[in-house]
């Protein structure tokens, strides 16, 4: 009697194991696992060596730059809701891929500073390609789910399988200037229930924001030092939105938020601020929607950040050359200005 029991339940446990396994197979070739992996195929394939030129960053860099369209040998290392300690630990994952004098982007984003780590699924991409000395919080279980049998990763995976989402489509363009609002009008609540703020134009909520903006200035420090130690060249970019979408801040909160924790990181490295480029802001056909640059918008930008940061990096040698023969000489702070580099 107990030998049949046991055998029902080994029977019973190997078909469980077995539709797991089947459910895999076909949660792979759905679309919510397409969507999922879309934008770590680049780091799945393997990152190139002898970069020339690459970005950090996140959602907005991510969409913002297209070194293929520009005829360089580069990388897009930004991901989704990606924050300055996993550009950090990417960057020393993979500091091996930079040909010497490459020029290494950091983006910046007005709510970049804010944030230390976004945990749940922004969390479980990394798995796919970092150590887990990397990882926020790593979890052997998690590690098993993402790498082995990522359909086991969340209940919306499981259910993908029976019912799939309709698109693998990561950004959807707006079709229209009513459309365009309203989506930046989303994003703005968005933004305010995941940072704990009534608006994007009231700066006094930066003050309970100290810590997490004192520990993101540290991070930037730590990039920019190990960008030059892998003798590359760090330049920060603040990358273009719509008026649509910049309407909705106030100058106020830009500058708490985003513009003096870039001065008083400390970080020697240049700044070119494209944030409000007239050459994009009511350009609303480079956009996919307020604030992303679509395909023909990032070939553009992609064109016009590159030289101005050619003109940077010559200016910065002659400077260098300066500095040299002037023991008095002493270090000029501030912005550069994107449009008169």
């Known amino acids: 009697m107990l030998v049949d029991a046991l055998l029902v339940v080994l029977i019973v446990a190997m078909a469980l194991v077995a539709c797991v396994f089947a459910a895999n197979a076909r949660y792979l070739g759905t679309n919510h696992w397409k969507l999922k992996v879309s934008q770590l195929e680049k780091y799945i394939e393997e990152v190139p060596r002898g970069l020339t030129v690459a970005n950090l960053g996140s959602a907005h860099a991510r969409e913002a730059f297209d070194y293929e369209v520009a005829g360089v040998k580069g990388f897009n290392f930004a991901l989704k809701s990606q924050t300055l300690s996993y ?4 960057l020393r994952r993979y500091s091996d891929r930079f ?12 709510l970049l500073f804010a944030v230390l780590h976004y945990p749940g699924q922004n969390n479980r991409m990394y798995y796919h390609f970092l150590p887990c000395e990397d990882i926020r919080e790593y979890s052997p279980l998690v590690a098993f789910q993402e790498r082995m049998l990522p359909v086991l990763s969340s ?3 499981l259910f993908s399988v029976v019912r799939d989402v309709s698109t693998t489509m990561p950004v959807h363009q707006c079709m229209s200037e009513e459309e365009r609002e309203e989506e930046a009008i989303c994003m ?4 305010c229930r995941n940072f704990g703020l009534k608006n994007l134009k009231d700066a006094a909520p930066a003050a309970r924001m100290a810590s997490e903006f004192e520990a993101n200035r540290k991070n930037l420090r730590k990039i920019v030092e190990q960008i030059r130690a892998i003798g590359a060249m760090p330049a920060l970019v603040i990358p273009p939105m719509t008026n649509v979408m910049l309407d909705r801040f106030s100058d106020a909160f830009l500058k708490a938020f985003m513009y003096d924790n870039i001065v008083e990181s400390g970080v020697d490295a240049p700044v070119l601020d494209y944030l409000r480029d007239e050459r994009f802001v009511e350009r609303h056909e480079l956009f996919f929607d307020s604030e992303f640059l679509n395909a023909t918008g990032s070939s553009e930008f ?11 990096s010559i200016a910065g040698q002659k400077q260098s050359a300066k ?8 270090k000029e702070g501030g912005f550069d200005n994107a449009n008169d580099c």
Do not use: C, F, M
């Open 99 to 110: 040909a010497t004098g490459a020029i290494v982007i950091v983006a910046i984003a007005p």
């Open 87 to 90: 550009d950090l630990a990417i």
């Open 188 to 191: 703005e609540q968005a933004w």
């Open 155 to 157: 209940k919306r995976a």
């Open 302 to 312: 992609t064109h016009i950040v590159l030289k101005d940061l050619e003109t940077v």
């Open 323 to 330: 500095q040299g023969l002037r023991s008095d000489s002493t």
